[in-house]
């Protein structure tokens, strides 16, 4: 038995749910410095395009209008059936401003359907990782992971069924429990795709991904993901611990 098909035994079965063009935004809190990752993907039955590479309107929680520029594509970007198109926005304004920290909702302007709204919440941890595209069976999706005061270190990226108890380290507490998920995440598998490696210049990583296998009964299922930044020329080898994202397979 291999990879996420374990978790069968370990959780009830949940209705499948039907299939759609949906929307990830995040980090959920982000770290200041951290662009805020847009991702739609297509788990539908029919292809289609995007004519905007800025499909997404940022508000204020109180609804007033941040970011709303278009960003016009001479060439519409392809969105296919299980594809993902990832954008990003630079926390700022129309006019160019660094945003403040705080409550923003997302609106993303999906090419099939209503727009998705997400919130997300700018400042507070020094790490974070944002989910590129909804977590679905059959698929493979990336997450992006940033921390921007650690720039070339190694992570360590682990799944736990909960965040309660958290594991007591070195450098406070990481917000995972040491479930039988946990330690399935943390050993080489096909499943859990980079969930070790090397942060690039700028303290990110696109390389993590999680790889569903086609099981209907694994729908439903929620977990959540969390990761640790290495500096093994510290006291203490853990130098950053992340905020917790949860996840559910659709």
Known sequence: MNGLA???LLVPLAPALDAQIGSTVGPPVAPLGCPIA???????LVDTSLA????FEVHTAAGVVVFDLSCPTLVPIPLGVGDTVVSHWDLTDNFGQPVLPGDYLV???VPIGPPQVHKVKLGGPAAALAQLGVTHIGTARHFELC???DPGLPYLLAAAFSST???QTCAGQLPLAADALFFLSLQPSA???????TLDAQGRSTVPALAVPNDPGLVGISFVLGYVVID???????RTISAPLPIKIH
């Open 6 to 8: 374990t978790l069968l």
């Open 38 to 44: 847009i991702a739609m993907s297509n788990d539908g």
């Open 52 to 55: 905007d590479a800025c499909p």
């Open 107 to 109: 609106s993303v302007e």
């Open 147 to 149: 921390a921007p005061q």
């Open 165 to 167: 108890p958290p594991i």
């Open 191 to 197: 499943v859990f795709v980079g969930f070790s490696g």
């Open 232 to 238: 093994l020329a510290q006291t203490c080898p853990i």
